[in-house]
């Protein structure tokens, strides 16, 4: 597959055309919501072709952090949110139609290669479905145009949604940690994450101990404020957004060498440990 790098312009004039075609009485969600939505798929989001060839469209959370699905099937208008297991729930759709807005979204619009490759693969499945059965749709080419990530649109919200972690630990004494980082499967996403160094101007992309995993991270208290002025505008919907928010306030506290003070430094402690929590989703 040739990649075709765009800037960061993300293009939903199709989208516009179904989703008034076949929602015509709902609102369109906002573009802040559809890069947002672009990432946290490239992130969570599994495209299915089952046996029989049909298709599906599944994201799935802790049923903890149900919230961020249900958020999703209202502002879309279409799909469901049903329990898969006591701490599992999934945002789906299998409908022949909504399945077409969805692609509609995605094609063309994907930042991650190796997404693109599975992308491709539900369109091929999508266009063998849709001339078979009652409901008959048009096929759709597929689009194999890469978009940058940038700080100017919700993407990487989303994808730091699905994958990214705001990490910090405190020791007993004065040491401590204090991260972002975003781990991706597969070498050919490396140069996605090389890009996120240079929007951040600062981190590294390396092997992570898992195989074939890479990991971008920016590290240290005066390298991680460079994330704050993204994430400020740009909002987190899952339960990183309290993360976000904890993890920002022990800045504020090393900054002000709370950490140095015994009392204060087990309050920190503390706080570390519920931002860890709001990372396992």
Known sequence: MKFSYLNNNFDFSIFYIKHK???????????KFLTWFIGFTEGEGSFIVNNRGD???V????????????????????????????????YV??????????????????VLP?????????????????TKGK?????????????????DNSWLAGFTDGVGCFTCSIGEKKGYSFNFNIAQKGEINVKILEHICLLFKGGIVSKHAVENVY???????KNCQKVFPYFDKFTLYTKKSMSYILWKQIY?????????DKSKRLEMIENARMINKSNIL
Not at 21 to 31: E, F, G, I, R
Not at 78 to 86: E, L, M, P, T
Not at 114 to 130: A, D, H, L, M
Not at 136 to 151: A, C, E, G, H, Q
């Open 252 to 260: 504020n506290d090393l900054g002000d060498k709370c950490h140095l």
């Open 93 to 110: 759709t299998q409908s022949k139609r909504e399945i077409d807005i969805l692609i509609s979204i995605l094609n063309g619009n994907i």
């Open 215 to 221: 990991e971008y991270r920016i590290g240290g208290v």
């Open 114 to 130: 190796s997404r693109q490759e599975k992308f491709n693969n539900f369109i091929k499945g999508f266009n063998s479905w849709v």
């Open 21 to 31: 075609a076949y929602l015509p009485n709902k609102s369109y969600p906002s573009n």
């Open 135 to 151: 409901i008959r749709l048009d096929t759709v080419v597929t689009k194999n145009m890469f978009i940058l990530p940038s700080l």
């Open 59 to 90: 994201i799935t959370q802790s049923t903890s952090d149900i919230k961020v699905l249900q958020f999703i099937q209202e502002t879309l208008g279409f799909g469901k949110v049903i329990a898969q297991s006591v701490n599992t729930s999934r």
């Open 55 to 57: 298709l599906a469209f």
